[in-house]
């Protein structure tokens, strides 16, 4: 068996492990690289493995740093299958058009602008492109065994978002894993991972693995932004990735003025996505930890601005209010506009709620910077900028670390570090070399390992 690492080493995103046995390739994630300029460059360009050749797609979730670039290749003639769980289908098929939608009109935009050095923007492809893609989905259930060539695979729970999963794969006696984005045991919403079988390689997240997730009360710490936005009579801008950060704040949000402990303020979500994927939550109560009233409370409690025009009345509000919209690191979505109109107002508060890429406008702002590029203007950031690390769906270190230990792996399994910045990623090394069993190493781009 061999695995060919084509995204995800050296950075966060763009996931994409190509796995061949014999005369079987099976594509592992197949997802958008987001962040800098040269890394969101390599979306363009020709895919380093023949299409046609490719038997099948595995997704372990939903995240478009996962599964983004699915329309590419369809677009570029792959008809295979794309294997995943249900939810991760439902989540997709909001996903994947939007981004396609978003490609469009950005296109667009720089097209009337004139803001692209080329004459006809083109995106990379279009929302019909990308509906289109979703006739290739075969949902699969979780432990549920498949078989592709001379592969069989399964995916169990990995906690993080819904449908999340992490990816075994057999062949001739050998188990290899893709650990996915791997959930904390104590999320809000999620439950923890389940605990690995014996594997021979494991390709191993290091999001996190830098840093542990802050010993706070994380409720206690948004009820303090959200009293001090309200304190400074101005609006609080929260980017948040659609599927999974949107629900957990609404729900935040939701509990904490119902128990008074911040005013009842008009909270918006104005992402169409974020509203799909808070419907399709409610459809799997076996994968989440909130129950049938909690779900029904947040849909109550919180206005769902679907349409453009909707989105642009939000405008005429001059009181506190809530504004909870895409994207989660700022690369694009309703909260540009937002961002375009309010960050030049010392009142307002931008929250962000993640992990921010290095070359995101989100990671920019956290690091103070005093003006960000929207559309194509700097528009001065006189606003507060918070960051609330607590709320993240990956497990840090030692949470990945515990989850190891009390795994089934055996001494001497083999793992290969992934979706990590290059300091994460060896900081993790030299804690799980340190503290495990296991032979840690950090994955590089392009590299072919053989097992």
């Known amino acids: 068996m061999n695995i060919l690492f084509l995204g995800a080493t050296e950075t966060v995103t763009g996931s994409k492990f190509l796995v061949e046995h014999n005369n079987t390739r099976l594509l592992v994630d197949c997802g958008l690289y987001q962040g800098y300029k040269w890394l969101r460059e390599r979306n363009w360009q020709t895919p380093d493995f023949d299409i046609q050749s490719i038997d099948g797609i595995l997704l372990t979730h939903a995240h478009l740093d996962h599964s983004g670039y699915i329309p590419r290749l369809y677009k570029l003639g792959y008809r295979g299958p794309v294997f995943c769980h249900p939810a991760t289908q439902d989540l997709c098929s909001i996903l994947l058009p939007d981004a396609g939608h978003i490609q469009e009109e950005d296109a667009r935009f720089y097209a009337r602008h004139r803001l692209s050095k080329h004459k006809h923007p083109e995106p990379l492809y279009d929302g019909e492109t990308a509906e289109q893609s979703l006739e290739l989905f075969q949902p699969i259930e979780f432990r549920e065994e498949c078989q592709v060539g001379d592969l069989y695979f399964h995916l169990q729970g990995a906690g993080h978002i819904l449908g999340a999963g992490s990816a075994i794969i057999t062949a001739d006696g050998k188990r290899v894993g893709f650990s996915g984005d791997v959930g904390r045991p104590d999320d809000v919403v999620m439950y923890p991972p389940e605990p690995l079988p014996p594997l021979d390689l494991l390709m191993l997240e290091s999001t996190y693995g830098d840093r542990r ?63 799909d994927a808070s419907h399709i939550y409610q459809r799997y109560p076996e994968l989440h930890r909130l129950t ?70 989100g990671a920019r702002m956290v690091a103070g910077a005093s003006s960000v590029k929207i559309h194509g203007d700097y528009i001065p950031c006189r606003a507060q900028v918070e960051k609330l690390d607590g709320l993240s769906a990956h497990g840090d270190y030692e949470d990945l670390t515990r989850w190891l230990l009390n795994s089934k792996l055996e001494k001497g399994t083999r793992i290969q570090l992934v979706h990590g910045e290059p300091d994460a990623a060896d900081c993790m090394r030299l804690h799980l070399n340190d503290h495990t069993p296991f032979k840690v190493k950090v994955a590089q781009y392009r590299q072919i390992l053989r097992l």
């Open 213 to 275: 997730h802050p010993d706070l009360d994380v409720r206690s710490e948004l009820n303090r932004v959200v009293n001090e936005a309200v304190s400074r009579g101005g609006v609080l801008l929260i980017p948040s990735f659609a599927v999974g950060r949107a629900q957990m704040i609404q729900h935040l949000l939701v509990s904490a003025m119902e128990a008074g402990e911040i005013p009842k303020l008009p909270v918006f979500l104005d992402s169409p996505m974020a509203i």
């Open 292 to 361: 049938e009233a909690q779900c029904r409370e947040m849909g109550q409690m919180v206005t769902y601005t679907r349409d453009v025009e909707e989105s642009k009345a939000l405008e005429q509000i001059t009181y506190p209010h809530i504004i909870i919209a895409g994207s989660g690191m700022a690369t694009g979505g309703r909260i540009l506009h937002h961002m375009k109109r309010l960050l030049p107002n010392h009142r307002t508060t931008v929250l962000f709620v993640g992990f921010q890429a290095g070359g995101t406008r």
